[in-house]
């Protein structure tokens, strides 16, 4: 497997609301501890949105240089907006393979409920 592929199979904790650890981000799906609820991605999924956060954090990093480089204001709002505008596509991404899988199975018990989808896209709003 490719190292993207290894760094996309990789665990990673998440905070939803303002709750330690509710839910956690694995290569099988993001599990909610509280309801045992699992919303799979799909490796394919995994890396498109890994990239995504990746290309995110790489403008990051850059808004912090030209923060520290005193570059003009203008610039600096405009780049943190493309920034902000990445997380939130990465975000719905991720609620949008939610709300697909529960209109593919919607007696499926294993897929994330409604009010569940619904928290998780308004935490994005």
């Given at each position: 497997?490719?190292?993207?592929?290894?760094?996309?199979?990789?665990?990673?904790?998440?905070?939803?609301?303002?709750?330690?650890?509710?839910?956690?981000?694995?290569?099988?799906?993001?599990?909610d501890?509280?309801?045992?609820?699992?919303?799979?991605?799909?490796?394919?999924?995994?890396?498109?949105?890994?990239?995504?956060?990746?290309?995110?954090?790489?403008?990051?990093?850059?808004?912090?240089?030209?923060?520290?480089?005193?570059?003009?204001?203008?610039?600096?709002?405009?780049?943190?907006?493309?920034?902000?505008?990445?997380?939130?596509?990465?975000?719905?991404?991720?609620?949008?393979?939610?709300?697909?899988?529960?209109?593919?199975?919607?007696?499926?018990?294993?897929?994330?409920?409604?009010?569940?989808?619904?928290?998780?896209f308004?935490?994005?709003?």
């Amino acid at each position: 497997m490719s190292d993207l592929g290894t760094r996309a199979l990789a665990a990673r904790t998440m905070l939803v609301d303002d709750r330690s650890m509710v839910a956690a981000y694995t290569p099988w799906g993001m599990l909610d501890f509280v309801k045992g609820e699992v919303m799979k991605l799909d490796v394919v999924e995994s890396v498109r949105i890994g990239n995504r956060l990746r290309r995110a954090e790489g403008q990051l990093s850059a808004v912090i240089r030209m923060l520290e480089s005193e570059r003009d204001c203008q610039d600096i709002v405009t780049q943190l907006a493309a920034v902000s505008k990445a997380l939130d596509k990465a975000g719905f991404e991720i609620v949008s393979t939610g709300l697909a899988q529960r209109l593919r199975n919607p007696d499926d018990p294993e897929t994330m409920d409604v009010e569940q989808l619904k928290k998780l896209f308004l935490s994005l709003a």
